[in-house]
């Protein structure tokens, strides 16, 4: 048996392998190409501007951030904004420019350039559950559908109402 059937031969029986092995040697690429701190501000862009900012906005680009060991000052963000957004985004920059260094605990943005356009698509997150109504409002609620005969559209509208009253 030839060396290199051998080397085939056993990997094959080693069995299942977590994916967490591979996933340095996969992502290096990226991390090379686009820089680590570039892949976590994406990552984590949420976290870092909170969720209404981050609805509308996008991290594309870190360019000429020398990181913490080059003792460069920060690069610039190139930051994809949704909408009438940008213009508030330019009045926050000083306080969207610490959130980030402070996440990373270097100065790893000098500056915004802010580019206004399309996001990618995400799916629109699910409506919030209602609040559990308190007593009275629950049985006057079943007072209220409680002469309709059908029992299937009896339950349907006290749900609706549930839900009605539950976001008020």
Same mark, same amino acid.
């Given at each position: 048996? =030839?060396?290199?059937?051998?080397?085939?031969?056993?990997?094959?029986?080693?069995?299942?392998?977590?994916?967490?092995?591979?996933?340095? &040697?996969?992502? %290096? $690429?990226? !991390? &090379?190409?686009?820089?680590?701190?570039? !892949? *976590?501000?994406?990552?984590?862009?949420?976290?870092?501007?909170?969720?209404?900012?981050? *609805?509308? #906005?996008l991290?594309?680009?870190?360019?000429? #951030?020398?990181?913490?060991? #080059?003792?460069?000052?920060?690069?610039?963000?190139?930051?994809?904004? =949704?909408?009438?957004?940008?213009?508030?985004?330019?009045?926050? %920059?000083?306080?969207?420019?610490? &959130?980030?260094?402070?996440?990373?605990?270097? /100065?790893?943005? %000098?500056?915004?350039?802010?580019?206004?356009? /399309?996001?990618?698509?995400? /799916? $629109? #997150?699910? /409506?919030? !559950?209602?609040?559990?109504?308190?007593?009275? *409002?629950q049985? =006057?609620? *079943?007072?209220?559908?409680?002469?309709?005969?059908?029992?299937?559209?009896?339950?349907a509208?006290?749900?609706?109402?549930?839900?009605?009253?539950?976001?008020?």
């Amino acid at each position: 048996m =030839a060396e290199e059937e051998r080397e085939i031969e056993l990997e094959r029986r080693g069995g299942m392998k977590a994916v967490g092995a591979h996933v340095g &040697r996969l992502t %290096a $690429p990226l !991390a &090379r190409h686009r820089g680590t701190a570039s !892949a *976590r501000l994406q990552a984590e862009w949420s976290t870092i501007v909170g969720p209404d900012i981050a *609805r509308q #906005s996008l991290p594309e680009r870190l360019v000429g #951030s020398g990181g913490k060991a #080059s003792g460069k000052g920060g690069g610039t963000l190139k930051l994809r904004v =949704a909408g009438p957004l940008a213009l508030e985004l330019q009045h926050l %920059a000083p306080q969207l420019i610490e &959130r980030i260094n402070g996440f990373f605990g270097y /100065p790893a943005v %000098a500056r915004l350039q802010i580019m206004q356009g /399309p996001l990618p698509h995400t /799916p $629109p #997150s699910p /409506p919030p !559950a209602p609040r559990p109504l308190d007593p009275a *409002r629950q049985r =006057a609620l *079943r007072e209220r559908v409680a002469p309709i005969a059908d029992e299937a559209l009896r339950g349907a509208l006290e749900r609706l109402g549930r839900a009605i009253l539950g976001r008020r």
